[in-house]
């Protein structure tokens, strides 16, 4: 009644911002994201018949608004196993928390992952994708490694929600560097702001018909490995989703100064011909996606832009799975 499962936070290419159900979690429209490799969560689970509570430890520290969710997660696979047995979650990442960093990504992509296999469940990983979902919709993406498509689905139970591999992270080994602005966790969470986004903005019908010609674009892109058209519709969909937050009321910021220069920065890398593209989530970080070879060139320009405190290098990795 014991497992320990990591997993990955992704970055999405094609965005995903709005919810057409916030009780199932159900996007507005579908993304497209890559797995990264280096930055993990490790969660351990342990379901014990002595324990009289259940307890949530988040990187060693108890955050009730946190566990409150974690829980309600680990109660959708306790319903399934027909248990009502206690647990014990402790996990815990190796990257800034709550930060634009995907945190909640691979967070509710482990919880899911170790749950099963503590239960001894055997969910299929559109299941758990599913699952995943209902905790934070950018965790479902993170079952799967490399290049994964979340699909919007059709059934009103969100069955046919889940996210499915597009292609191997070893088929086109991407690089991505993050450039870290803050390691402060965001002043306005994502189902927050998309909320305030859906009721205030007046982009927002346009963002949400937009949605399928972009993924169609993206998903040719990287079926074609056609890196210069998957940076232009990534960089377009970043734009178009952070302009989206902007025109809410009161209008979301997620931007700082270094962001800012970041993405000067990358789109004079891209001029002189540089196989480089910058994308970003909703926090200040820069997230500079690049061919393998372009790391060292990305790494100083960032490192040339004052206020950018981190820089951290990583590839494309692996979906969820047990140690
Ligand atoms: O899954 P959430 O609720 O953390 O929302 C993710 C929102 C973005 O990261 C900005 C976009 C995305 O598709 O991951």
């Known amino acids: 009644m014991q497992a320990t499962a990591r997993a990955h936070p992704n970055i999405a ?17 579908g993304s497209i994201s890559i797995t990264l490799d280096t930055l993990h969560t490790t969660t351990e689970v342990k379901f014990d018949a002595e324990l009289t509570g259940d307890s949530v430890l988040l990187n060693d520290k108890v955050n009730v608004a946190e566990a409150e969710r974690v829980i309600a997660c680990v109660d959708l696979l306790r319903e399934i196993a027909g248990v009502q047995t206690c647990v014990e979650v402790r996990s815990s990442n190796n990257f800034p928390t709550g930060a634009g960093l995907a945190s909640s990504a691979s967070g509710f992509a482990a919880l899911v992952t170790a749950v099963d296999a503590a239960l001894n469940l055997k969910l299929s990983k559109a299941k758990l994708s599913e699952l995943a979902r209902r905790g934070s919709g950018s965790a479902a993406r993170s079952i799967f490694g490399g290049f994964v498509e979340m699909r919007l689905g059709v059934e009103s139970d969100g069955s046919d929600c889940v996210a499915g591999p597009l292609l191997d992270a070893s088929d086109w080994p991407l690089a991505v560097t993050v450039g870290v602005v803050s390691h402060a966790a965001k002043d306005v969470g994502s189902t927050e702001g998309m909320e305030l986004t859906r009721e205030t903005s007046p982009c927002y019908p346009a963002w949400v018909a937009e949605a399928e010609t972009d993924l169609g674009i993206a998903r040719d892109a990287v079926q074609e490995k056609n890196f210069e058209k998957l940076a232009d519709i990534s960089e377009h969909s970043c734009l178009k989703m952070h302009a989206l937050a902007m025109s809410a009321q009161p209008g979301l910021m997620y931007w700082y100064g270094p962001t800012v220069e970041g993405i000067h920065r990358v789109r004079q890398l891209r001029r002189a011909g540089h196989a480089v593209f910058f994308t970003i989530d909703a926090g200040p970080q820069i997230k500079v996606v690049s061919l ?10 960032l490192n040339d832009i004052g206020g950018i405190r981190d820089i951290l290098r990583t590839g494309l990795g692996s979906g969820a799975s047990c140690d």
């Open 13 to 29: 290419l094609v965005k995903y911002w709005g919810k057409r159900d916030t009780r199932l979690n159900l996007p507005a429209v």
């Open 292 to 301: 393998p070879d372009e790391v060292d060139t990305v790494t100083d320009a």
